[in-house]
C-alpha cells in the first residue's frame, strides 16, 4: 500500500521555547491588554495563530543567503538577487522593494488613484482598504455570492464577479476606476483561492476598457496550488507555471513577502509602466529608500529572493495545503461553523454561527477569539465588525498558521481547545468597544472588560 501520510517536508534544526500560562493568568492579562489580543504581550501567547505574516520559520539556504547580504547603499548585488528571483516568477519589468506590503499598497494609489476614483477587488484587505480610503478612493469588493456564504463550498470562492465588474464599469465609466485588483488568495474571504479562469476573465474585461489590473500577491503560491489541484488542465503543471501564467495576466502586483516571500519583513511592488515606476520610486525614496533596498537591509532582499522560489516548491505546498486542511477537517467533522472549504494559511471560524446570541455591534468574532485564548492561550484575529465596520459582510475568526512552524501535535492541541470552547459556547458573551483609533481601529481598540 502506498504510504499516505503527509508529513513537514523538514527537520528542525533550532528550536524556541513557547510558556505556558494558567486560566487566572490569562484572565489577568487579557483585562490589562483591554480585551484587545493585539495587546498582549507575545510571551503569554502559548500558539500564536494571529497571524501567517512573518512569523514563519527560514530555511537554512535563506539564512545562508542571510550571511551574503550586501549592505551597499546603492546598486547591491542584494537587490539584483532579489529582482532576479522575483522576475523569475512575477515576470514584470519594474520591481520596486519595499518594507512590507501596506508599503506597496500606499505607493500604488498615491500614484494611480485620485480622490473619488474606485477601485475594484475581490476582497480588499484592511490595509489595502485603508490605504485606498486614506487617498480619498472608494474601494468596492466584487467577490462572487458563493464566496460571501460561509459554509458553501465551492472551489474557487476568490473569485471576481465578472459580470458585476463590467457593470460597475459601465455605470461609473473607465476614468473612475484607475485600476483594478485580484487578491491572491482572497485572505479577508478566508484565503479562498481565484481560479485562473476568472483571473482570465477579469484580465479581459480589464484589457477591453484599458484598465490596469493588479494582483496583491501575497499568498500567490498557495493559490497557485489550488489551481493545480482543483483546475482542469494544469493538474502536470508546476506551481511556479502556474504562477507565471496568471501574473501574465496582469500589468503588475503588491507583495507582502511576509507571506509566501517566506521572510520575516519585506515586500515590493511590480509594474510594467515605465512612467508609473519611476513615480513609483520618486515617491519611494521619499519614504522608504533608494529604489535597490527600499526600507530593507540587503540581507532582508536575500532572505526573499531565497524564500519566493521555496514557496512555490511543490512538496512545500502539499504539506502547508494539507496541513491547513487538517485543522479545519477536524473540528467541522464535530460540528465547527468554519469557512468552507479550508483556506490556504489559515482556518476561519464563521462567528455569527458559532454564538449567534452575540449582536454584531457587540463583536461575536472578538468574543470567541478571547475565548480562545482564555481557554487554551491560543491567539487568532477577528475579521468582522471590528475590523470592517458595517462594511463587514461576515464575522469571522481566523487562525492564521505560520509557515513551517508548528507541529502536528500543536494543531491537536489547537483543535482540543477549539472543540472545549464549541461545547461552553452559549456562556460567552458580547463586548463593548471602549475606544477606537480613527482608522485600522482593531489594533489597538480597546474594550470594556469586568473588574
Ligand atoms: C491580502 C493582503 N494584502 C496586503 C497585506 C499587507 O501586507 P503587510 O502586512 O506586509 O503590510 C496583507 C497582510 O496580511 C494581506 O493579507
Not at 519595499?98 to 494609489?109: K, M, S
Not at 486614506?134 to 459580470?163: C, R, T, W, Y
Not at 484607475?178 to 477579469?202: D, E, F, I, R, W
Request: aromatic letters at 8%.
Amino acid at each position: 500500500m502506498p504510504i499516505r501520510t503527509i508529513i513537514e517536508p523538514f527537520r528542525i534544526k533550532s528550536v524556541e521555547p513557547i510558556r505556558w500560562t494558567t486560566r487566572n493568568q490569562r484572565e489577568q492579562l487579557l483585562r490589562d491588554a483591554h480585551g484587545n489580543l493585539f495587546l498582549l504581550p507575545a510571551d503569554d501567547v502559548l500558539i500564536d495563530l494571529l497571524t501567517d505574516s512573518g512569523t514563519g520559520a527560514m530555511s537554512t539556504y535563506q539564512w545562508g543567503a542571510i550571511m551574503e547580504g550586501d549592505e551597499s547603499y546603492a546598486g547591491s548585488k542584494s537587490y539584483n538577487r532579489f529582482r532576479d528571483s522575483i522576475q523569475d516568477i512575477f515576470g514584470y519589468r519594474h520591481v520596486i522593494p519595499t518594507h512590507q506590503g501596506r508599503a506597496a499598497e500606499r505607493i500604488l494609489f498615491n500614484v494611480m488613484v485620485k480622490r473619488g476614483q474606485i477601485v475594484p477587488n475581490n476582497t480588499h484587505f484592511d490595509t489595502t482598504r485603508a490605504n485606498l480610503e486614506f487617498v480619498g478612493g472608494v474601494a468596492m469588493d466584487l467577490v462572487i455570492a458563493e464566496g460571501k456564504q460561509p459554509s458553501l463550498k465551492h472551489p474557487f470562492k476568490g473569485n471576481m464577479d465578472v459580470a458585476a465588474l463590467e457593470t460597475v464599469i459601465e455605470r461609473e465609466g473607465r476614468d473612475k476606476i484607475p485600476l483594478v485588483m485580484l487578491t491572491v488568495t482572497n485572505n479577508s474571504g478566508g484565503g479562498q483561492p481565484v481560479s485562473m479562469q476568472n483571473a482570465k476573465a477579469v484580465s479581459a474585461v480589464c484589457r477591453k476598457h484599458g484598465i490596469p489590473l493588479y494582483f496583491d500577491a501575497c499568498r500567490f503560491a498557495e493559490n497557485a496550488y489550488f489551481i493545480k489541484l482543483r483546475e482542469p488542465g494544469y493538474e502536470n503543471k508546476t506551481p511556479k507555471e502556474i504562477a507565471q501564467e496568471m501574473f501574465r495576466l496582469g500589468d503588475g502586483c503588491t507583495m507582502s513577502a511576509k507571506k509566501d516571500g517566506m521572510a520575516n519583513i519585506g515586500g515590493f511592488l511590480c509594474t510594467n509602466d515605465d512612467i508609473l515606476a519611476q513615480q513609483e520610486k520618486d515617491l519611494l525614496i521619499l519614504t522608504e529608500g533608494y529604489p535597490t533596498y527600499g526600507g530593507l537591509a540587503g540581507r532582508d532582499l536575500e532572505a526573499i529572493a531565497v524564500g519566493v522560489q521555496e514557496a512555490v516548491d511543490v512538496d512545500y505546498l502539499r504539506y502547508r495545503i494539507a496541513s491547513t486542511a487538517y485543522l479545519g477537517n477536524h473540528i467541522s467533522e464535530r460540528g465547527v461553523p468554519i469557512v468552507q472549504p479550508p483556506g490556504g494559511h489559515a482556518i476561519y471560524l464563521d462567528a455569527r454561527a458559532f454564538v449567534p446570541h452575540i449582536p454584531l455591534e457587540q463583536f461575536p468574532g472578538v468574543a470567541l477569539a478571547n475565548e480562545l485564548y482564555l481557554e487554551g492561550g491560543i491567539r487568532s484575529v477577528e475579521i468582522g465588525s471590528l475590523m470592517f465596520g458595517k462594511a463587514a459582510k461576515m464575522d469571522l475568526v481566523r487562525l492564521a498558521i505560520p509557515r513551517r512552524t508548528y507541529t502536528q501535535s500543536h494543531i491537536d492541541y489547537v483543535i482540543e481547545v477549539i472543540l472545549e470552547v464549541w461545547r461552553k459556547r452559549d456562556q460567552i458573551r458580547g463586548l463593548t468597544l471602549a475606544y477606537e483609533p480613527p482608522f485600522l481601529r482593531h489594533f489597538t481598540a480597546r474594550f470594556e472588560m469586568p473588574g
